[in-house]
Antibody, heavy 119, light 107 residues
Framework: EVQLVESGGELVPPGRSLKLSCAAS????????MHWVRQAPGKGLEWVAG?????LSRGHADSVKGRFTISRDSSLHLQMNNLKIEDTALYYC???????????????WGQGTLVVVSS | AIQLTQSPSSLSASVGDRVTITCRAS??????LAWYQQKPGKPPSLLIE???SLQGGVPSRFSGSGSGTNFTLTISSLQPDDFATYYC?????????FGGGTKVEIK
C-alpha cells in the first residue's frame, strides 16, 4: 500500500523559511515523479512543484518560482523561502508517474502538512 | 498556463440522480485530463485519467468523456458516498492546473 507522510508544516511569520518533507513507502520511490500540491483554507487545489524520478526535470508554479525549490533524496522535500501570507495552505505530497512529470496525474496523496504564514 | 473552467461550481442533487460536471480547457489538451474526488478533511482521490480511464476500485457509475477543450464527468446514479467536491486537472504540460471545483451537495 502506498503511503505518503508529510512533515514540517508550522506557523511562521512572513519572510521566514521552512522545509517540508514527505516520506514515501509501499512503492519504489526512486522510479516515480513526485509533486507538491497545496490547498488554501476553503479553496481549491494548486499545483506547486514537480520533480522527475532522477531529479533532472523540475518545475515550479509561477506563484512560487524563485522562492520554493523541490528536491528529493530518499524523501521528497520542498524548501520554502521568503514565505508570504498567501502561501498559507495545506501542502500535499502526491505521487506521479514513471515518466515525464509534466504530464502527470496524481494517483496517491498524503494527508498534508499545514503551513500558516502570519505575523 | 492552461486554464480549466469547471461548471457548475456547486449543485444540489438527490440520491439516484444523474449528475454531469463540465470542465473546459483554455486550449486543446487532447485527452490529457484527470478527475478527482475530495471529501471534507481528506486528500483528493484520483477517479479518472486520460479523460475516460477509470482508476481501479472506482465504481462504474463514474465515467468521463471528452477531448480537446471540452470534458465531462458523469455520475450515472448518485449515491450517498458521492457527495463531495470534484476537480479536473490538465496533464498536458507545466504548470499543471486544476479547475476550480464542483461541490455536489444533498438536495
Amino acid at each position: 500500500e502506498v503511503q505518503l507522510v508529510e512533515s514540517g508544516g508550522e506557523l511562521v511569520p512572513p519572510g521566514r523559511s521552512l522545509k517540508l518533507s514527505c516520506a514515501a513507502s509501499g512503492f519504489r520511490f526512486d522510479d516515480y515523479a513526485m509533486h507538491w500540491v497545496r490547498q488554501a483554507p476553503g479553496k481549491g487545489l494548486e499545483w506547486v512543484a514537480g520533480i522527475s524520478w532522477n531529479s533532472l526535470s523540475r518545475g515550479h508554479a509561477d506563484s512560487v518560482k524563485g522562492r520554493f525549490t523541490i528536491s528529493r533524496d530518499s524523501s521528497l522535500h520542498l524548501q520554502m523561502n521568503n514565505l508570504k501570507i498567501e502561501d498559507t495552505a495545506l501542502y500535499y505530497c502526491a505521487k506521479g508517474g514513471d515518466g515525464d512529470p509534466q504530464v502527470d496525474s496524481f494517483d496517491s496523496w498524503g494527508q498534508g502538512t499545514l503551513v500558516v504564514v502570519s505575523s | 498556463a492552461i486554464q480549466l473552467t469547471q461548471s457548475p461550481s456547486s449543485l444540489s442533487a438527490s440520491v439516484g440522480d444523474r449528475v454531469t460536471i463540465t470542465c473546459r480547457a483554455s486550449q486543446d489538451i487532447r485527452s490529457s485530463l484527470a478527475w478527482y474526488q475530495q471529501k471534507p478533511g481528506k486528500p483528493p482521490s484520483l477517479l479518472i485519467e486520460d479523460a475516460s480511464s477509470l482508476q481501479g476500485g472506482v465504481p462504474s457509475r463514474f465515467s468521463g468523456s471528452g477531448s480537446g477543450t471540452n470534458f465531462t464527468l458523469t455520475i450515472s446514479s448518485l449515491q450517498p458516498d458521492d457527495f463531495a467536491t470534484y476537480y479536473c486537472q490538465q496533464c498536458k504540460n507545466y504548470p499543471l492546473t486544476f479547475g476550480g471545483g464542483t461541490k455536489v451537495e444533498i438536495k
